[in-house]
């Protein structure tokens, strides 16, 4: 059992930077595949970013490539997501995502997913 709480959001101008974490209790990440997904008012829960476990590879949405980081420090039992170069449709509330690490795919997809956070507001203006 993983406990995540996320914070660092809030409302920014076009152009901003934000940077999201997510701290775990309850036991570490030691093992654990992370995530971060997405969900605007009216609209399914997207994914934005995934840190491998072992490999420590990193993937992205189209959407943010080039302008989202994701990162780990094992030692902090935390997760990162570093947002620039915000636009309007960002806004969103940003989730932080665990899972006993596994082979293959299926990252982006809510279903593999076994723990969430509650969530933090991102707010970008134009």
């Known amino acids: 059992q993983v406990q995540l709480v996320e914070s660092g959001g809030g409302l920014v101008q076009a152009g901003a930077s934000l940077r999201l974490s997510c701290a775990a209790s309850g036991r570490t990440f030691s093992g654990y595949e992370m995530g971060w997904f997405c969900q605007a008012p009216g609209k399914e829960r997207e994914f934005v970013a995934v840190?491998?476990?072992?490999?420590?590879?990193?993937y992205y949405a189209d959407s943010v490539k080039g302008r989202f980081t994701i990162s780990r420090d094992n030692a902090k039992n935390s997760v990162y997501l570093q947002m620039n170069s915000l636009k309007p449709e960002d806004t969103a509330i940003y989730y932080c995502?665990?899972?006993?690490?596994?082979?293959?795919?299926?990252?982006?997809?809510?279903?593999?997913?076994?723990?969430w956070g509650q969530g933090t507001q991102v707010t970008v203006s134009s």
């Open positions: 840190i491998r476990w072992l490999s420590t590879l990193t």
């Open positions: 995502a665990a899972v006993l690490r596994k082979i293959g795919g299926g990252w982006a997809s809510t279903a593999w997913y076994d723990y």
